[in-house]
C-alpha cells in the first residue's frame, strides 16, 4: 500500500506542479523511509516551498544575511562544504577564462564534489591534499591567490573572487571538525553573488530520494 500511495503521489506531483501536491509527496517519502528528516528540513531552511509547506514554516532569512549562514552549521559540515563548492563553482569559469592553463582550482572543486558522506572523508583527502607540495601546506595558487597569475596579465575581480571562493571552500574542508572554522568561512559568503542559486541548488540537492 505505501507503494502504491507513494506513487500515486508522485504522478499527481508531477501533472499538476503544486507545492501542495510535492509537499505531501515529501511527507510520504519521509514516512516511507526514502528521504530524511533532516534533508527535509534542510530544503525548507534553503527556501523551498514544498518542504516548507510539508513542515508548516514560515520561511526563512532574507538570503546573503549572516544569521543564515552560521544558522547552516546546524546541518553539518558536509552541508557547508556543499554550499561552498556550489558557490564557487558559479564563479569557476571567471578564472577559468584567464588562467585556462592554472588547473588546480577545478580539480579541487570536483574533489570536493566527491564528498558525499564522511566516510568519503578519507579517500577525498587523499586526493585533496595529493595537490599539496611538500614544504608547504597549500598548493601554490592557495598561497598568494590574489598575486597569482599569468605575468604581465593582472587578474580581473570576477578571477580574484572566483579563486578566492575556490580557497574558502577547500579551508571548510581543511577545517570540517572545527565548528567556529566553519562558521567563520560560511560568513565569507555573505553578500557573494550567485549565493542565491547556490541556496536554491542546494535545497533541490536535499530533496534527490535515497532509493
Known sequence: MSDETLR???RRW???GAVEDEASYLLELVRVGALPQ??????SYCGRASAQRALGASGIPPV???????GLARFGALTCVRLAVLTARRHLPAWTREQPEVKEPAFMLDTLDRLQTLEDRPSVAEAFYSKY????????FMRDPWGFGTPGLPLSDAAVLAVGLVVGACNMFDE???EEGLEEWLGELENVPGLGEAIAELGRDALQRDV
Open 64 to 70: 546573503g544575511e549572516r544569521e543564515w549562514l552560521l
Open 8 to 10: 500515486e503521489l508522485e
Open 133 to 140: 607540495d611538500s614544504r608547504n601546506r597549500y598548493p601554490y
Open 38 to 43: 533532516e534533508r527535509l528540513e534542510l530544503a
Open 14 to 16: 508531477q501533472a499538476t
Open 176 to 178: 570540517f571538525d572545527d
